[in-house]
């Protein structure tokens, strides 16, 4: 007798890598901004956000930065282009806007992150991003742990406002 398991857990398999977005599939003016995005209500997306910038209450508070915003908006860049399973699908400068999705290493799901580099005091700069899983309720941690990683190599590369 066939185990009842395998059919299920083959199609879920088979399918937990499909759901990406191909480069320039989204126009740069449909880019979720990550401060106006509606959370999921389960444990598989978290929000970093400055303080009262954010519809969504956040996960997390944003760092302020001293560089001025197109720095900042340069060095998500460059962060992100350094991360190993990471495909930009569109990017608006002019609002500070980048869209990535990321795939998990083990069975590669897929997961979008929205950034949004803003003014900050004194010419400075702050950013929100919104990163959340494509599939399922829950991330055990993934999209945190993404985040938390990223900001810290974008800090690493810039002088943090007090």
Same mark, same amino acid.
């Given at each position: 007798?066939r185990?009842?398991?395998?059919?299920?857990?083959? %199609? $879920?398999?088979?399918?937990?890598?499909?759901?990406?977005?191909?480069?320039?599939?989204?126009a740069?003016?449909d &880019?979720?901004d990550?401060?106006?995005?509606?959370?999921t /209500?389960? !444990?598989?997306d *978290?929000? &970093?956000?400055?303080?009262?910038?954010?519809t969504?209450?956040?996960?997390?508070?944003? !760092?302020?930065?001293?560089?001025?915003p197109?720095?900042?908006y @340069?060095? *998500?860049?460059? =962060?992100?282009?350094?991360?190993?399973? =990471?495909t930009? &699908?569109a990017?608006d400068? %002019?609002?500070?806007?980048?869209?990535v999705?990321d795939r998990?290493?083990l069975?590669?799901?897929?997961?979008? =992150?929205?950034?949004?580099?803003?003014?900050? !005091?004194? /010419?400075?700069s702050?950013?929100a991003a919104?990163?959340?899983?494509?599939i /399922?309720?829950y991330? $055990?941690?993934?999209?945190?742990?993404?985040?938390?990683?990223? =900001?810290?190599?974008?800090? @690493?590369?810039?002088?943090?406002q007090?």
């Amino acid at each position: 007798m066939r185990p009842r398991i395998l059919p299920p857990l083959a %199609s $879920f398999l088979l399918f937990a890598g499909c759901g990406g977005l191909e480069p320039g599939a989204v126009a740069p003016a449909d &880019i979720p901004d990550p401060t106006t995005v509606a959370r999921t /209500g389960h !444990a598989n997306d *978290w929000l &970093i956000c400055p303080q009262s910038m954010c519809t969504a209450k956040p996960s997390a508070m944003a !760092a302020s930065y001293v560089a001025p915003p197109a720095e900042q908006y @340069a060095v *998500w860049r460059a =962060v992100l282009a350094a991360q190993p399973r =990471v495909t930009p &699908i569109a990017e608006d400068p %002019s609002r500070g806007l980048l869209l990535v999705q990321d795939r998990t290493p083990l069975l590669r799901f897929v997961d979008t =992150v929205s950034i949004r580099v803003l003014p900050g !005091a004194d /010419g400075g700069s702050t950013f929100a991003a919104y990163s959340k899983s494509n599939i /399922g309720r829950y991330d $055990f941690g993934t999209n945190r742990r993404r985040l938390e990683r990223w =900001v810290a190599a974008v800090t @690493a590369r810039l002088t943090t406002q007090p």
